[in-house]
């Protein structure tokens, strides 16, 4: 039995650097961005309702809203540069803004965000009350 920590042999460097060459191509070494979906992925449910703000100043909403199917995902985007509040998320829809996780309930889903963690949304309901829409999401870590 070979001592682990003993110096390769010249066959074992000649693997070991194939495979480190390997796993660079794949992006698991160095800074190389890793573009393979994880295979264990997991949605953990941070909030199962939680309202958009500020609907109302998006524009041509109705017609966006009522083109959304059931479970449309919602992309949320950090915006801590917001001068109106430093912990601001944006909430999205195809690329288009559709208003802000409330200010009340921003904070730990910020510092989350912050930290390098992905953080989506999946539509759960839409109402129209009077002139403008509450629209409700599900808040979900993704790991």
């Not at 001068?83 to 559709?98: C, L, N, T």
């Not at 309930?105 to 930290?115: C, K």
Request: hydrophobic content about 45%; proline content about 4%.
């Amino acid at each position: 039995m070979s001592d682990m920590w003993s110096e390769p042999s010249e066959g074992g460097q000649a693997a070991g650097l194939a495979v480190v060459a390997q796993a660079s191509q794949l992006g698991l070494v160095g800074n190389a961005a890793l573009s393979v979906p994880m295979p264990f992925e997991s949605e953990i449910v941070l909030y199962d309702e939680l309202r958009i703000a500020g609907t109302t100043h998006v524009r041509n909403i109705a017609s966006i809203v009522t083109n959304m199917p059931d479970g449309s995902q919602f992309a949320l985007v950090r915006e801590p540069n917001n001068q109106a509040d430093a912990w601001a998320i944006r909430v999205e829809y195809q690329g288009k803004k559709m208003g802000y996780i409330p200010a009340d309930s921003n904070f730990l889903l910020a510092r989350l965000m912050d930290g390098g963690k992905t953080l989506r949304g999946k539509l759960v309901s839409c109402e129209l009350k009077n002139t403008w829409w509450k629209i409700k999401i599900q808040v979900s870590l993704i790991d």
